[in-house]
């Protein structure tokens, strides 16, 4: 299973793609949802663009389906539909107005304090938007979404040390080296490192430790006064 990240590098892949001709619903989501190229007013694919792109990444959905108010019937029985608070890699459903209670889907990639900006299929720029034919990028308000359905993504490592402050860093720093420290040097290095001691070059204390250049500039210095 993959995360939520992967889902969307192969989303934002597919922006741009297109059913050919215009208005005939023949592009390749339907090819591989129905098994066989098919056309007409009875085969609209935003929902199958989902399942297409889901699918590729090897995440499983509550149902395959071609149907907004399937997925969103089966994602209230399996508990996975939520209606605040989205997240990148939802599955969200909305409703436009004039139009059915489930009219169009789309994947979340990110959330804006008006709305989403999600990936679609079969929508459009300018034209219609539950039906446009194309793979677009589209910021939707609040206020057009009906709720979402939750993907069971894997769990994506949380640690990311660039947004650690500099005293956590230190912290982080000291405790590796505490722990390499109490790793012996090993046989092959034991008896010279013996020497060093001896020599006055290092007191031979951590010696899993790393290193920082000030102290190997000082051991050097003190191995050529020798």
Known sequence: MATAERVLEIARGELGTKEY???SNKVKYNTWFYGREISGSAYPWCMVFVQWVFHQANVSLPMKTASCGALMNAAKKSGQWVTTDFQAGDVVIYDFPGGA???HTGIVESVTSSGVVAIEGNTSEAG???????????NRPYRQIVGA?????????MFDISKLTDEEVLQLGRRLQEVMGKQSA??????????????????GTS???FCTRAQAAVMTLRAAKK
């Open 207 to 209: 010696p899993g430790a």
């Open 186 to 203: 090993g046989p092959k290095l034991e008896a010279e490192l013996q020497e060093a001691r001896d020599r006055g070059i290092t007191d």
């Open 149 to 157: 359905m939750r993907p069971k993504f894997e769990e994506e490592d």
């Open 128 to 138: 219609s938007q539950s039906n446009g034919g194309q793979v677009c990028r589209k």
């Open 101 to 103: 209670v489930t009219d």
């Open 21 to 23: 001709p215009a208005n």
